[in-house]
């Protein structure tokens, strides 16, 4: 399904070359494509059927509106167009007349939108089923809900097109094969399925800043596509404190990333310029934080976001309550008791109590983390606090080994220069 943004025509610029009409169909595209795959799936029962109608009537308005001009009513006119595409599927199809007679009822009665429940709520947690492997969740939640191309979540997520393709193509056929609803589920599955997709939303995030170019920059796109999808679930469950907690979360990162990329050079934390940071951005993720805390019931979450929220609330790393950093740490480990979370937590523990505290909890962290460059990049910091130089060194050096993005290799690399 294209999403077109970076490589429309030349007529309408508005943006780095691309047409106005290409991005006006990017925000369309964005807002609409998971609501349109939803209502349409719901019509005609099938996700495939649907997904594609969706991504040839993208295809059809790259053409049209860029030759014909932009559609009075833009998001009437995908919607009129995926429908025309599904029907004209059907009827290629075998079995013609039973599933006509599947779809004739009504169709302004079938199609009209459930009027308490976004309609990409019940899509999205269908794509995030736990009988689909989290790499089939990922790819799937990417296409069907936020309509990325095969090229853009291969890219996302360093995968093969072809690999990529294959896992959508399979996670659809599993999911009409199981029978798999598109719905969102209630009482305790609800609250499992819930955080399963909150984790999809937030490896999308997550992805979006693993691009293994030369600049540091993240793929913007796909940051936002996250930070959208956060919204979504956030306005569309009030009643769930971590939704809230995770909007805020992306929201609190999502406003540092103009100081966190400067120059296509990757800056760290502690040296940032705060005043590069989205005050906007930072006023809605404390928003969305308070709104969970309101409910009461804490969660992972929110938990993290509260961690992120001691950052942005400090003038600069010297005055973080790290104290509290690492209380909020402490209390995140009864959720969540990652090994990435526990190496953060052994890196504000070094602001507390010292360097060396800090890499016997590390140290902890290498049978499960070994692989990991962020691992070796830490203690390689403890280590150079401690004054142990030779160790540190070598640590950098298998850091600057295990990781292909280039504005951290650029990063470890004048670390190990000085």
């Known amino acids: 399904m294209p999403r077109p943004h970076a490589d429309g025509p030349d007529e309408g610029d508005e943006r780095g070359g691309v047409a106005a009409s290409d991005l006006l169909l990017a925000r369309v595209v964005r807002e609409e494509s998971g609501r349109l795959v939803a209502t349409l799936t719901r019509s005609f029962g099938s996700l495939d059927v649907a997904e594609e109608a969706v991504s040839e009537a993208v295809e059809e308005a790259v053409r049209e509106w860029r030759d014909r001009g932009i559609p009075p009513n833009p998001g009437a006119w995908l919607t009129q167009a995926a429908r025309h595409n599904a029907l004209d599927r059907i009827r290629r199809e075998k079995g013609l007349r039973e599933k006509l007679a599947l779809i004739a009822p009504d169709p302004a009665g079938r199609d009209a939108p459930e009027p308490e429940i976004d309609d990409r709520l019940p899509l999205l947690f269908g794509c995030c089923h736990p009988a689909l492997s ?23 997520t360093f995968s093969a097109d072809t690999a990529v393709g ?23 599955e609800r609250a499992e399925r819930l955080d399963v ?22 793929d913007r796109d796909l940051a936002d596509d996250a930070v959208w999808l956060a919204r979504v679930v956030s306005a569309a469950l009030p009643a769930e404190p971590e939704a809230h907690g995770l909007l805020s979360l992306l929201l609190f990162h999502r406003a540092r990333e103009s ?26 993720a404390r928003g969305a934080l308070e709104r969970a805390a309101r ?32 209380t909020l740490y402490d209390m995140l480990l009864a959720y969540d008791r990652t090994p990435v979370v526990r190496l953060n937590r052994a890196v504000a523990l070094a602001r507390v109590d010292g360097p060396e505290p800090a890499l016997a909890e590390a140290d902890a962290l290498e049978e499960a983390l070994s692989r990991s460059h962020l691992w070796h990049a830490v203690r390689a910091s403890l280590l150079r606090d401690l004054g142990r130089e030779d160790e540190a060194l070598a640590a950098d050096l298998r850091a600057l080994e295990l990781t292909a993005n280039e504005a951290e290799r650029r990063l470890i690399a004048a670390r190990l220069a000085r």
């Open 259 to 284: 100081a966190r990329a400067v120059d296509g050079e990757l800056v760290l934390l502690a040296d940032q310029d705060r005043s590069r940071w989205d005050r906007s951005l930072l006023a809605e």
């Open 134 to 156: 989290a790499e089939a969740q990922l790819a799937l939640t990417l296409r069907a809900v936020c309509g990325l191309t095969t090229a853009q979540i291969a890219r996302a």
């Open 166 to 188: 294959q896992r959508i193509v399979r996670a659809k056929r599993k999911i009409g094969a199981a029978g798999i609803p598109l719905r969102i589920p209630e009482g305790v």
């Open 197 to 218: 997709v909150l984790t999809i939303v937030s490896v999308m995030y997550s992805e979006a800043h693993l691009v293994a170019g030369r600049d540091a920059a993240a």
């Open 295 to 326: 409910l009461r019931r804490p969660g992972r979450w929110q938990l993290h976001a509260a961690i992120a929220a001691c950052h942005a609330d400090a003038a600069d790393a010297a005055s973080t309550d790290w104290l509290q950093v690492i």
